[in-house]
């Protein structure tokens, strides 16, 4: 029979090959174990290569943020080299700007008639201001009012319920310096609402004015302020709701 044939000749079809597959198929073999070398030695190196850029491109991020900071801090250096070399001082500056917030917060900030007029005599105790300062006499002039027979006054501020914030950090820059004395330029925004918008049913902070103003001031070595004064600055009156 055919089966015991292949048995008695020890013949398995299912068998591994032999010495003799692997001589006839040498090239064959050869080639395909090449290829999964190949591979293996790719996708490692590949894997490797990307490593090798991504740590790369963090070096590189880095070191632009690095540049970027050291661009800036070398910009404010030489600025302030500059104004030393003119003779200004940064730490005097800082401490003057403590002098000019207190100054515009005080002259811009009320909400009524009486808060208005005690703005104006807290400045001109303060900063021994007199009524005959530009700043008093035309900016910041005395509360118009109406007086009954008792003497109770009746402040247009009130009637149209205004009130008055500075609206954002003063902006400040200094003109000239002579001597201890330093002569500044303060940009000052400041933001105006009405009582009044809230018989129409609207918040009043829903809708605000906004003016800039320019105030103009010297202050000494030891905090004196004098030539104060102050103008509207360019532009129209913005507004918002």
Do not use: C
Request: hydrophobic share 35%; glycine share 8%.
């Amino acid at each position: 029979m055919i089966m015991q044939d292949q048995q008695m000749d020890g013949t398995d079809e299912t068998a591994a090959p032999g010495p003799g597959f692997v001589r006839r198929n040498a090239l064959v073999v050869a080639v395909a174990a090449l290829l999964v070398t190949t591979a293996t030695v790719t996708g490692l190196t590949w894997g490797s290569q990307r490593s090798a850029l991504d740590a790369q491109q963090q070096t590189i991020t880095g070191l632009q943020g690095q540049l970027v900071s050291a661009t800036a801090a070398r910009s404010e250096q030489i600025g302030q080299d500059i104004l030393e070399s003119l003779g200004v001082s940064q730490s005097r500056i800082h401490d003057d700007k403590q002098i000019v917030d207190r100054l515009v917060k005080t002259a811009f900030t009320w909400d009524s008639g009486q808060a208005y007029e005690a703005a104006r005599q807290d400045l001109k105790e303060r900063y021994h201001l007199s009524e005959d300062e530009q700043f008093l006499k035309q900016f910041m002039p005395p509360a118009r009012f109406n007086e009954d027979t008792s003497g109770k006054r009746y402040y247009f501020i009130d009637t149209q319920g205004l009130n008055s914030t500075v609206n954002a950090d003063t902006e400040l820059e200094v003109v000239k310096v002579t001597a201890d004395e330093y002569r500044y330029a303060a940009q000052v925004e400041v933001a105006g609402t009405s009582d009044a918008v809230s018989q129409n049913k609207v918040a009043p902070d829903r809708i605000k004015s906004y003016r800039t103003v320019l105030v103009y001031l010297t202050v000494d070595a030891q905090g004196k302020v004098s030539g104060l004064s102050a103008i509207p600055a360019g532009g129209s009156t913005r507004h918002s709701r």
